[in-house]
């Protein structure tokens, strides 16, 4: 199967979603043509297509007699001849007259896939050496139908004259200065570096010994090593201060050394050095800055500010968010009165040493000031986190201080300055920072505030729904429904997705796909999901016990919750229940598959031996390959919504579902379209050969009751032509 040819539809197929006007229609085209490259040609082509479709690698391609039958960009760019050019005609036009190689064909038959390397003329008349990767070409039937040939360039040694050239061209163009000496020690010839770290022209040094350079700053004892390697007792690297035409001093990283003739007379010396005033600035910089708080051994302000200059630096490149905390501690001074300056002195380490341990290791913590210190987060994914650090470092504050016979309590307020939207340099977030910290108000409920009044109000709600989830989780606010599968064949019900809802006491049912991603970044989606699979479980129990012939289940699954211990968890849920493997599908997600490790397969495929069934959700959104899907043990793809919208009215929107259709067909697996709102969209769906539906043209998720309900009444889709 042309399986490259395939991803590339998928990959169109993708990128046309998102696109209008000539730009799709440009797409179109391409995936047409991708779709017949991915279909409907013979094996023998499609094979070679294959190459064809992946890169720029000159393949090509060519039939047992010898004759070209395929030539991509990359041939193209090797040879100088187009695809129209080369063609048809027999592979021996490419060979150079010089050679008495044997050809292609010959090749192949005497050395089967081996690669060879060969010399071939280019259009332009030159001629290069190529090596040669050849695979046999089958049909359908397994019998042979021509040559693959992958082609890469292999460098042609050097001529000597060329060589001096080349070396002459690498020294004039290296940023290291060269200065060569005859046997006199006198220069004989420098380089372009030479001229712009000293000053001095060709002009002005040739003929001069290098003590041009001599700054007369060292001792004796290195002047005579420096003499020794330039007397042939072996190279000397080493660093030395040198002296600029402008008279100005500079530290030089140099080495030294001879070249002798064939008698090992010395016919030359050569030092090769390079200005290394820049590094010995950034050093002392350095060590004026390296300096930390001797109290904490943390950071102190002018290090944080350095590192955090270099961290919003990074942050701008890599267009991610940052945060500034500032912290004030409250009570120091009180305890310090109070008590003396050496316990308010270790109550300040040890809450430096919870601070330090609530965070994580790239993020920057610093004592600023007496009382206040301050912490920088690069990569944080979202603004809001910065809120959550803030929660962290509070908490670290609960417990009271142990010094010697005190159990100190202290507590603090942040203030919080956010990257990109308060500003983009070091002193002014610290500023803003600073700001929100004096606004925070004493016996607050939050103890931090960000700088942007907006960015408070995010970040808020984003705790208090979170702290709203725990509640409905453990109050019983959450509640499965279940929305039927049924068969494109029969149009009877054949499984259910169990789809979590949120019942707010205030506000009504909240959409998973309101709190869903906010637990899978707070973690709480592994208790979610636990209940989840516990939830459906009881439920099937219960209709068993009613009775009922259940057709299996299907529960989503975070990626989070896919770890080594999972398969065990599902068994004990299983057990405890009463319930078969067969009962249950896990929807799982492509960012799953994408985390590529071993063991996400292992645990697949130990669920599988279990008896579950696994489906892959929201097919056509995600980025893997068709090679890649095909590793794991997945037996139902179920087409993204997204793919159906648009169905059967929208030309464009049917082309791609089409594709997306055929591309999961590659794959084998049954194939259930999502989101079906209509009749029409289900007779198109159906005539593609999708073999399952779930939508709003049936059914909605529906309490368990009602679900049972629709399966005892025998309900069904009327699905015939
Ligand atoms: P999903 O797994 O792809 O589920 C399909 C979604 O499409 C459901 O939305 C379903 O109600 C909706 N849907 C089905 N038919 C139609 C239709 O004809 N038209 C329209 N407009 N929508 C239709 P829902 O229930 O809001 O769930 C949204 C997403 O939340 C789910 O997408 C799934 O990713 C996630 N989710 C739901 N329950 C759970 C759960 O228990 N655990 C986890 N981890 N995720 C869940
Ligand atoms: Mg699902
Ligand atoms: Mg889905």
Avoid at 436 to 462: I, T
Avoid at 480 to 502: M, T
């Amino acid at each position: 199967m042309a399986e490259a040819a395939l991803d590339r539809c998928l990959a169109l197929a993708r990128a046309a979603r998102s696109q209008q006007g000539e730009a799709l229609a440009r797409t179109l085209a391409a995936l047409d043509a991708a779709l017949t490259a991915a279909g409907a040609r013979p094996a023998a082509v499609a094979g070679a297509e294959d190459g064809f479709l992946a890169d720029q690698l000159p393949v090509i391609a060519l039939d047992l007699a010898g004759y070209l039958t395929g030539w991509n960009r990359g041939a193209e760019a090797l040879f100088g001849y187009s695809h129209a050019e080369a063609i048809g005609r027999h592979a021996l036009f490419l060979d150079a007259d010089d050679s008495d190689e044997p050809g292609v064909a010959e090749l192949f038959m005497e050395q089967g896939g081996a690669l060879v390397e060969v010399r071939r003329r280019k259009k332009s008349g030159a001629v290069i050496r190529v090596a040669m990767a050849l695979s046999m070409i089958r049909d359908d039937g397994g019998e042979a139908a021509g040559i693959l040939v992958r082609l890469s360039p292999v460098a042609e040694p050097l001529s000597e004259q060329d060589k001096v050239h080349l070396h002459a061209r690498i020294i004039e163009d290296s940023d290291q200065g060269v200065l060569i000496t005859d046997a006199h020690e006198r220069i004989v010839s420098i380089n372009g570096a030479f001229t712009r770290i000293t000053g001095y022209t060709s002009a002005e040094s040739i003929g001069h010994t290098p003590d041009l350079l001599r700054s007369g700053v060292h001792d004796a004892e290195l002047a005579a090593k420096v003499r020794a390697a330039m007397q042939g007792h072996g190279p000397w690297r080493g660093e030395i201060i040198g002296k600029r035409k402008n008279g100005e001093l500079f530290p030089q990283s140099v080495t030294i050394s001879v070249v002798r003739d064939a008698h090992g007379a010395i016919t030359h010396t050569f030092s090769l050095f390079s200005d290394i005033s820049v590094h010995k600035d950034a050093e002392a910089r350095m060590q004026r800055m390296a300096n930390y708080d001797s109290l904490t051994g943390l950071p102190n302000r002018s290090l944080f500010n350095h590192l955090v200059d270099q961290m919003l630096s990074e942050a701008r490149r890599a267009r991610e968010y940052g945060a500034l905390l500032v912290i004030e501690v409250d009570r120091i001074g009180a305890v310090s009165d109070t008590l003396g300056h050496d316990i308010a002195s270790e109550l300040l380490c040890e809450i430096g040493r919870r601070f330090r341990l609530a965070l994580r290791d790239a993020d920057i913590l610093a004592r600023i000031d007496g009382s206040k210190f301050a912490v920088a987060l690069p990569h944080i994914e979202k603004r809001e986190h910065a809120g959550i650090v803030a929660q962290k470092l509070l908490a670290t504050l609960a417990q009271p201080v142990l010094i010697g016979l005190h159990s100190l309590r202290v507590g603090a307020h942040i203030g919080i300055g956010v990257y990109l939207e308060d500003s983009t340099d070091t002193a002014s977030l610290l500023r803003y920072a600073d700001i929100a910290m004096a606004k925070v108000q004493p016996g607050a409920d939050e103890g931090f505030l960000f700088y942007s009044a907006e960015m408070d109000q995010r970040a808020k709600d984003h705790l208090r729904l979170e702290t709203e989830l725990r509640t409905a989780l453990a109050g019983g606010q959450l509640e499965l429904h279940y929305q039927p599968k049924v068969s494109l064949r029969n149009g009877r019900i054949v499984g259910a997705e169990a789809l979590i809802r949120w019942r707010h006491p205030e506000r009504g049912m909240i959409s998973p796909n309101d709190f869903i991603p906010l637990a899978e970044e707070t973690g709480l989606i592994i208790e979610i999901g636990s209940w989840v699979l516990e939830e459906a479980c009881r439920q099937i129990r219960a209709w068993k016990d009613a009775g009922l012939a259940m057709p299996p289940v299907a529960v989503n699954l975070s990626a989070r919750q896919f770890d080594r211990r999972l398969p065990a968890r599902v068994l004990d849920v299983l057990d405890r229940h009463g319930v078969l493997p067969e009962q249950i599908m896990l929807e799982i997600t492509e960012s799953l598959l994408v985390g590529g490790a071993d063991n996400v397969i292992a645990i697949m495929n130990e669920l599988v031996a279990m008896g579950l069934a696994l489906a892959l959700d929201d097919f056509g959104t995600g980025y893997s390959s068709l090679a890649y899907l095909k590793k794991f043990p997945i037996s139902t793809l179920k087409i993204d919504r997204s793919f159906v919208i648009g169905l059967p009215d929208e030309e464009n929107d049917c082309a791609i579902a089409r594709a997306i259709v055929t591309m999961a067909q590659q794959l084998r697996q049954e194939i259930v379209a999502e989101g079906v709102e209509t009749a029409e969209q289900m007779a198109f769906l159906r005539d593609l050969g999708c073999d399952q539906l779930q939508g709003y043209l049936f059914s909605p998720a529906v309490t368990g009751a009602d679900f049972a309900l629709m399966l005892r009444d025998g309900k069904r889709l009327p699905v015939a032509r």
